[in-house]
């Protein structure tokens, strides 16, 4: 509950701030410079602050070690905004899975939104403004702050590279009979379920979302397509 010596250790671990809370020196050894990372993670978060101002690209400047990797996943906002073309509405139903009823569940709107945004719901996520992030915007963000693209692909062609299995099962993300320690990925077992999806949310699931992962710059073509291949590798290892 002590939300600013909680800040303060998020920002000494991740960016290597002097302590300015004594309590820190108990729990933390002293970093004066600044750390680099080899992975940077940042999943369904990353168009909230993609403008090209934005922190976020001076931090991964700053934080990404030279063959370092940043990969996030995100809304697709060229596929949301041909959603919303016609008329300005775009609903994706789920399918419960106690009742195995249709249910509403993802809301797009663009109404009074300012331009380059939308309006997003569910029912248990309140109505709040997001930004619409397309991929020409994110490609020209991060060659202004000096950063390569190794992938923006589409999330269900991702998968289909990758070999797994989480369109066709249910692996439950807890369930240890399904989990295979040794490349951190879910396989089915014979209790597993199959996805019983609608076809709505599985076009929204596969075609509304990216993986995008982005390097320093300074690896060449020939380096970032290797890259890309251990990241589509066949048996999901990668």
């Given amino acids: 509950t002590d939300h600013q010596f909680h800040y303060q250790v998020l920002s000494h671990v991740l960016y290597g701030t002097p302590a300015a ?17 080899n992975l940077v993670s ?4 990353m168009h909230h602050f993609a ?16 063959d370092g990797l940043f990969v996030a996943t995100v809304p697709n906002g060229d596929f949301l905004t041909a959603k919303l073309a016609a008329t300005g509405r775009y609903v994706v139903p789920i399918r419960d899975a106690k009742t195995a009823q249709r249910v509403p ?16 719901e569910t029912p248990k996520i309140n109505r709040n403004e997001e930004p619409l ?3 020409e915007a994110l490609r020209a963000a991060a060659a202004k702050a000096q950063l390569d693209v190794v992938m923006v692909e589409p999330f269900g062609a991702f998968v289909d ?3 797994l299995p989480c369109y066709t099962h249910a692996c439950w993300a807890f369930d240890k009979r399904t989990f295979d320690a040794t490349t951190l ?4 077992h014979a209790t597993t379920p199959t996805v019983t999806e609608t076809a709505e949310a599985l076009e929204y699931s596969r075609d509304g979302h990216w993986v995008v992962v982005l390097c320093q ?7 970032r397509a290797k890259v890309r291949e251990a990241l589509l590798a066949a048996d999901g290892a990668a």
């Fill in 185 to 188: 990925t879910h396989a089915p």
């Fill in 51 to 66: 403008q090209p101002k934005s922190g976020l690209w001076r931090n991964l400047r700053q934080l990404l070690a030279s």
């Fill in 21 to 37: 809370e004594p309590r820190l020196a108990q729990v933390l050894d002293d970093r004066t410079v600044h750390p680099v990372y």
């Fill in 217 to 223: 710059r300074g690896r060449t073509e020939g380096e």
């Fill in 42 to 45: 940042c999943q369904f978060a």
């Fill in 133 to 135: 992030l397309t991929e």
């Fill in 105 to 120: 569940w993802y809301r797009y709107e663009t109404g009074q939104a300012r331009e380059g945004h939308v309006h997003f």
């Fill in 161 to 163: 590279a990758c070999g």
